[in-house]
């Protein structure tokens, strides 16, 4: 073997300079670029990590709503106004030509006076009612003047039966008997015509 193999300065000799096929990087060398580069991007990416985990994690925020109370407000049934009936009393045919005078037979005060109202009501002409000379123990109807038939029309509006009408020829137990056709004595079974808040008493006319 020649000398030159052995010589450090020959290029081709073993072991030797720069010169030679070995591309193996030499301990100490600076780490290349593109390995510095994934280092970055890997760090970068643990960074964007770290930051979107807690968030990602984090529970979510209680959302309270505020319950907004409306107020109703109700409307009353409308009501429907209630209808008064008032009772029109019926008039009796030709009760205008039957003068009654009305003597009260009782001791019911203002007995008369009721029962010439209402038959006043029925289209009856009445006169200044009176009291009777002896109390009955129910309303007669005595006839002064006129058809027979007054004193039953009489009688029935006064809601009596036709016993109620006494004979033509008796007399009515009154003072007085002028200008009436008839004489109706009221008895205690007229007491509904009196007036409200009526006593009994002796003393006091009609």
């Known amino acids: 073997m020649s000398d030159r193999d052995d010589d450090p300065a020959f290029p081709g000799a073993p072991g030797g300079g720069r010169g030679g096929g070995d591309d193996h990087e030499l301990p100490g060398s600076p780490p290349p670029s ?26 979510p925020l209680r959302v309270v709503t505020a319950s907004q109370s409306s107020s109703s407000t109700t409307t009353p049934p409308a009501t429907t106004p209630s209808s008064t009936t008032t009772t029109v009393a019926t ?27 209402f038959l006043r009501s029925r289209g009856f002409t009445t ?34 039966s036709s016993s109620a ?4 020829t008796a007399v009515a137990p009154v003072a007085s008997a002028s200008g009436a056709t008839l004489v109706v004595v009221a008895g205690p079974d007229l007491a509904r015509l009196a007036p409200s808040g009526s006593t009994t008493t002796g003393a006091t006319p009609g």
């Open 34 to 59: 593109g390995w510095l580069r994934g280092v970055g991007v890997v760090a970068v990416a643990v960074v964007i990590g770290v930051l979107i985990l807690p968030s990602a994690t984090r529970a």
């Open 91 to 117: 008039i009796v045919p030709g009760s205008s030509t039957i003068h009654v005078l009305v003597a009260n037979g009782t001791s019911i005060t203002g007995l008369a006076a009721g029962a010439s109202a």
């Open 165 to 168: 009408v006494r004979p033509a």
């Open 127 to 160: 006169l200044t009612p009176t009291n009777s000379t002896t109390k009955v123990a129910a309303t007669q109807v005595y006839t002064v003047s006129g058809p027979p038939g007054s004193a039953t029309t009489v009688a029935s509006a006064l809601g009596l």
